[in-house]
């Protein structure tokens, strides 16, 4: 729920207005697909004004045939309708402990939306790809100068890059939002959805496709939504891991409560509904269990509708609430079909991103 000095903007929680970061109260969700105006915002510049007539979109780099097409071009070509979940690399960031630097997302950087595009492929079979081409760089509009003292001096555009499988694989260009025109905010006129994988690399505002034929290291993709691997490169002498700086990419399974919220009060001696979602990358949801006992028993909940690729699944559970008023303790804990489940401690490798370990609820039963 809210904090009192929680400010809200059409039912969203205000992380920050310039830039502008909003945050859906996740004990609002109640439909598969959010509605543009409930979905979290995650801005680092001022939102460019992108007139989409004058809008062009180019392909070049290691490519035979380089070319920009315009809104008109691009939306006459055959499209794909589909829902893809969304989710900030930083949600339930707010959790951590110690505190941490960064948008104090709880649970709400997440949101799955349907999105109509045009596949990216269509694009890079267009340019006809040289045979070294290994990434796709994808280049927003928007940039400005950080602050950072890691950040290059100058002016710094939003940019991000997806190997060229993937690319091929299930990469839409999106001008559509649940039917209608992209909002301003969420990328308008074009953005990119990479399903699956953290929302950071599905580009808004996209005015450049690069191919490369070497990994790209922008600031985006190895010093920021970046995390520490650490490769074991043998144990001849120290044995030491090697800690090294990769790009985030895929969604780590999670599992969240929506009702009750954190602090709410339910009655004692009756049912609850217990609800929420569950996720993870190009994997379905078998099981979502809930603990009520702060995770000394857990039960299976009962997964709703049915499985969608790279979409969220809703969970429910009736929860029979103990006699005795008191705090109780919820947890849930999403496994996929690969038997992945969700950690119970923080990797402190994974830096201030990709926050999947068990969160604890606590509710009051009065
Ligand atoms: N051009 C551009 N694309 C961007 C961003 C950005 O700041 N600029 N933010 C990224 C991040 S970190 C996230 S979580 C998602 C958020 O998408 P949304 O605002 O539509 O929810 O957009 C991604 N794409
Ligand atoms: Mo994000």
């Known amino acids: 729920m809210p904090q009192e000095e929680t400010k809200l903007r059409d039912g969203r929680i205000v992380r920050s207005e310039n ?123 928007d940039g400005g100068m950080l602050e950072e003292p890691k950040s290059p001096p100058g002016e710094l555009k939003f940019a991000r890059s997806i190997p060229l499988e993937k690319a091929r694989r299930d990469v839409l260009l999106a001008y559509k939002m649940n039917g209608e025109d992209l909002p301003p905010e969420h990328g308008f ?16 505002w996209l005015q450049r496709i690069i191919v490369t034929d070497r990994p790209f290291t922008g600031y985006y993709q190895t010093i920021d939504y970046a995390f520490w691997q650490r490769t074991d490169y043998g144990h001849w002498q120290r044995g030491e891991n090697i800690a090294e700086l990769t790009p985030l990419t895929e969604m780590k399974v999670k599992a969240e409560i929506a009702r009750p919220a954190e602090g709410e009060t339910v009655p004692a001696n009756t049912s609850v509904r217990v609800r929420g979602a569950a996720w993870a990358c190009d994997v379905e949801i078998t099981k979502v269990e809930l603990s009520t006992d702060g995770g000394a ?70």
């Not at 006129?189 to 808004?204: E, H, L, T």
Request: net charge neutral; aromatic share 10%.
């Open 19 to 141: 830039p502008l970061n909003l945050e859906m109260p996740f004990s609002t969700v109640d439909s598969f697909i959010t509605p543009a105006t409930s979905f979290y915002v995650r801005t680092h510049f001022p939102i460019p004004a992108i007139d989409r007539d004058a809008w062009w979109l180019q392909v070049e780099g290691e490519v035979e045939k380089p070319f920009s097409i315009n809104y008109k071009q691009l939306t006459a070509l055959e499209s794909v309708t589909a829902p893809v979940t969304l989710e900030c690399a930083g949600n339930n960031r707010n959790f951590l402990e110690p505190k941490v630097k960064g948008v104090q997302w709880r649970l709400g950087a997440v949101g799955t939306a349907e999105w109509t595009g045009v596949p990216l492929s269509v694009l890079l079979d267009r340019a006809t790809l040289k045979p070294n081409a290994n990434e796709i760089i994808l280049e927003g509009a």
């Open 189 to 204: 006129p074009v953005r990119a959805i990479v399903p699956g994988w953290y929302a950071m690399a599905s580009i808004k």
């Open 297 to 366: 028993t857990w039960n299976d909940t009962k997964l709703l509708g049915e499985s969608k690729p790279n979409a969220w699944r809703f969970w429910e559970f009736n929860w029979k609430t103990p006699a005795q008023p008191g705090k109780q303790t919820l947890i849930a804990r999403a496994t996929d079909s690969l038997s992945r489940t969700q950690p119970v401690h923080r990797d402190p490798n994974r830096g201030t991103y990709m926050i999947n370990h068990l969160l604890p609820i606590e509710v009051e039963v009065r």
